[in-house]
DNA sequence: GTCTATATGACGATAGAC
DNA sequence: GTCTATCGTCATATAGAC
C-alpha cells in the first residue's frame, strides 16, 4: 500500500515536470521559432541543468513530439464544442465558416504550435505515429462533418467527401501558411489571408453545394 | 588595360565560386531540410575549409538570403514562357490551370527551395528587402494576369484582383504546404494533394467567373 | 585577395559521481 | 533524480601564410 502510493506520488510529480517541461518549450518556440528551441534554454528557465532533461525525454526531438502532440490534442479539444453546435443550428454554412475561422485563429495565436503541426520546420524530426493520432482524429472529424453536411443537403449528394475533406485542409492551411511566413505578427482579424476565410468558405460550398447560384 | 582585365577575371572567379557556393547549398538543403543546411557541409563537399565561405558570404543567413532569392528568380523565369501563352491561347481557363500546376509542380520538384520560399524554416533569417524583390515581381505578374483574365472577360468585371490574387496565392500555397509536410517523397502525379489542383482550379474560376454554371 | 590554422562559445548528447 | 565533466559538432571570428 505505501510502496503503491510512494509510486503514485512519484509518477505525479514526474507528470508535473514532464508537463512544465513542455510548457517551457512551447514559450521558447513562440520566442524563438519552432525550429529555435534550445535544451540550455528551457533547463535555464526552469532552474535545472540541461541534462537533467534527458530524465524526462530521451532527446530534443521527443519534446517536439509531445509539443506537436499537444498541440493537435489542445486545438482538437477546443473545436469539439463547435462540432456539437451542429445539432442545435439551422444555418449549416454559417457554422462551416465559423469553424473555418476558430481552426485558422488558434494557429495564429499559437504560432509556435502551427509551425510545428502544419510545416516540418526541424531537420531530421518526422511525428511518431503516437503524436501523429489527435491530427488522424481531426481527419476523421472532418470528414464526419462533411458527411453530416451532405445528409442534411449542404453538400451536394454526390460530392466526393474524401475529395472535399481534402480540399477544405489544402485552402485552411494555405491561409494558416501564408499568414505565418508573411504577416506572423498581424492579428486573426487584420490579416490580409485570414480575413479571406468567408470568400474562400463561399466559393467552397458553392462547389459542393446543392446547386450553383446564378449571379 | 591590364589591370582592369586582371580585375575582370578575379570578379568573374569570385562569381563563379559564389554561383559554385550556392549550389551546393541547395544540394545540401535538399538532403538535410531548409534548415538542416551547415556550412562545414558545404566546404566539406567543395574542397575547401568553412572560414573560406566568409570570403563569399558575411554569414550562413546571407547564403540562405542568397537561395531564397535564387529560387524565386528561378521559378519566375520559368513561369514566363507561360504566361506569353495567353496571347495565343482561345482557352484562358485551361492555361490558368497550367499555369497553377506548373507553379506547383516546380515547389514539389524543388523543395529546398520552396522550404524557405513559403515557409519560415530557419529561426532567424528574414529574406532582406532585396531578396524579395523576385517574390514581389511574381505577385505583380500574378495580379497583372488576372486582370488580364478580367479583360478577356474569363473573370467577372467586378471581380476584386488584388483579393483573387490573395485567393489564389493561398490556394496554391496551401496545396504546396500539404504536399511538402505530409506526403514530401510522392510525387507531383501522384499527390493527393497535388492532383486536386483540376478542382481548386475550377472551384476558383466558378466564384470569380462571369457567371455560375447550373449544375 | 584568398586561403589555412586556430580559437571561441553554444549546442545536443552521454557517462558517471552523489 | 540531479548534478559535473566531457565529447563532437556547429557557426563564427581572427591571425597570418601565400
Chains 1, 2 share one sequence.
Do not use: C
Request: hydrophobic fraction near 45%; proline fraction near 5%.
Amino acid at each position: 500500500m505505501a510502496a503503491a502510493e510512494g509510486v503514485g506520488r512519484r509518477q505525479r510529480r514526474r507528470q508535473e515536470t514532464i508537463d512544465e517541461v513542455l510548457a517551457v518549450a512551447a514559450e521558447v518556440m513562440a520566442e524563438a521559432g519552432a525550429g529555435g528551441l534550445a535544451l540550455g534554454e528551457i533547463a535555464r528557465r526552469m532552474g535545472i541543468q540541461p541534462p537533467s532533461l534527458y530524465v524526462y525525454f530521451d532527446s530534443k526531438n521527443a519534446i517536439y513530439d509531445a509539443v506537436f502532440a499537444r498541440g493537435w490534442q489542445t486545438l482538437l479539444d477546443s473545436m469539439a464544442p463547435l462540432g456539437r453546435r451542429l445539432d442545435d443550428t439551422d444555418d449549416a454554412r454559417a457554422l462551416m465558416l465559423l469553424i473555418s475561422q476558430h481552426f485558422v485563429k488558434w494557429a495564429v495565436e499559437n504560432q509556435a504550435y502551427a509551425q510545428l503541426m502544419f510545416w516540418r520546420p526541424v531537420p531530421g524530426f518526422e511525428p511518431s505515429e503516437a503524436a501523429f493520432a489527435p491530427a488522424v482524429e481531426m481527419s476523421r472529424r472532418t470528414t464526419q462533418l462533411f458527411a453530416e453536411l451532405q445528409r442534411r443537403g449542404v453538400l451536394r449528394a454526390d460530392a466526393d467527401i474524401a475529395e472535399a475533406t481534402t480540399a477544405w485542409t489544402a485552402l485552411i492551411s494555405g491561409v494558416i501558411s501564408q499568414h505565418l511566413a508573411n504577416e506572423p505578427t498581424e492579428t486573426f482579424d487584420d490579416g490580409r489571408f485570414t480575413r479571406l476565410l468567408p470568400v474562400l468558405s463561399s466559393m467552397f460550398l458553392t462547389h459542393y453545394g446543392p446547386e450553383r447560384e446564378i449571379r
